[in-house]
């Protein structure tokens, strides 16, 4: 047979380079890497926040972003627990914890 009736095939569009980069290695390896930076740059700003607070008594006091910064730590640990294969339950307790340490923080603001 030779070239269809409607004419010679339309060429494929050429996917971009970053995307066919991606596509050698693989995503969920890249998104783990990238769940575990956003944590590790999270607890440095919590221990560089909490060592100017304690060295020059001004900013915030660790008391005031504890909560709140455990909170998120809690929700990306379920993240990472959901992309990396961990059982439910591992995701539900990560869940869980962040909705104690939002509570906790919400508990501390409304006094």
């Known amino acids: 047979m030779g070239p269809s009736a409607s004419g010679p ?3 494929v569009p050429r996917r971009e380079a970053w995307f066919n980069f991606l596509t050698l290695i693989d995503r969920d390896f890249m998104l783990l890497h990238l769940i575990d930076f956003v944590i590790a740059m999270t607890v440095l700003e919590a221990a560089a926040l909490a060592m ?3 060295r020059t008594g001004k900013g915030l006091a660790p008391s005031d972003f ?3 910064l455990a909170a998120g730590l809690a929700l990306m640990l379920a993240v990472r627990a959901g992309v990396s294969g961990a059982g439910w339950t591992w995701v539900a307790a990560g869940l869980s914890a962040a909705g104690l340490a939002h509570l906790a923080d919400v508990r501390r603001r409304w006094r």
């Open 9 to 11: 095939a339309k060429p």
């Open 52 to 54: 100017y607070h304690h």
């Open 66 to 68: 504890v909560p709140t």
